[in-house]
């Protein structure tokens, strides 16, 4: 047998010059840029339903209150503004499976097949996890944040009785918000509870590659929940319900992760085994 076959578990594609790497990233590079911008001029065209449906969960905070849901333009471009940010934000989103690709067709010549098995699956959970934890977050916690943040309005009252202890009229406290100020507030929501969804995915491949271990995990368990009722307190109002239901998800999907790179170890030593014999 010549000792130029490959293995199976070889490398794909043979070693490639440098500027063979770089005319190759360059043309992902392009085609990441050109799914970015078309995705972001279809996010333009369609920004109004995509602010709307943005706005809901303040709008039914609102209604509940007896209040119209309106947003104020402070700034005379602010509107355009908010069209822009929407077109940036949504273009992302829309373009990440393309960008995702493009990056994996950049660095799967350099890994064995094996590899690309193991690394396939992460590359498909990561985006779902993403959607489901914007999802969570645009379902469960920006419904309850905003009803938490609206609950510091006050209706104006008028000193007419004895039974007012008040010597003059109270100030009314109505909320007025930005269009602007009202979406970046949701996006940082979006993502936080986004990215935070990604835990599982991250331990897991960090598991994959024997840089964690479902012990090491377990071991420092005490310390997890410390950064996770710090991160929800930072992350959502100041409220018990909301911050509770935070700790309980991440702190889950930490339990999960542990499970999860176990379930990798165990199968990586029956693997070894089995080899062994």
Not at 67 to 89: D, R
Not at 100 to 111: D, E, H, K, M, S
Request: net charge neutral; charged share 15%.
């Amino acid at each position: 047998m010549s000792a130029q076959t490959k293995r199976p578990d070889e490398i794909d594609d043979s070693s490639a010059p440098l500027i063979e790497h770089l005319a190759e990233l360059r043309s992902r590079l392009i085609w990441s840029a050109l799914a970015f911008i078309a995705a972001m001029v279809v996010c333009y065209a369609v920004w109004q339903p995509i602010y709307n449906f943005l706005t809901q969960p303040i709008c039914q905070a609102l209604t509940a209150r007896g209040q119209s849901c309106q947003l104020q333009i402070i700034k005379l471009q602010e509107g355009f503004f908010t069209a822009i940010n929407i077109s940036f934000f949504g273009g992302f989103v829309l373009s990440f499976p393309v960008i995702g690709y493009q990056l994996w067709r950049f660095v799967a010549p350099g890994l064995y097949r094996s590899e690309k098995a193991a690394f396939m699956p992460f590359l498909l959970a990561s985006p779902i996890m993403f959607l489901i934890g914007a999802a969570f977050a645009y379902y469960v916690i920006l419904p309850m944040a905003y009803d938490f943040f609206l609950s510091f309005q006050q209706a104006p009252v008028v000193a007419t009785s004895d039974e007012v202890t008040t010597t003059g009229n109270v100030v009314g406290i109505a909320f007025q918000g930005s269009m602007q100020e009202y979406l970046g507030l949701t996006q940082k929501f979006l993502l936080a509870f986004g990215l935070s969804f990604q835990l599982p995915v991250a331990l897991t491949l960090m598991g994959k590659a024997g840089l964690v271990s479902s012990e090491g995990l377990a071991s420092v368990r005490r310390y997890a929940i410390v950064v996770i009722l710090i991160m929800a307190a930072i992350v959502t109002p100041p409220d018990v319900i909301s911050q509770s239901v935070l700790f309980a998800v991440v702190y889950g999907l930490y339990e999960i992760s542990i499970q999860l790179v176990a379930r990798i170890e165990r199968r990586r030593a029956r693997e070894e085994k089995e080899a062994d014999v």
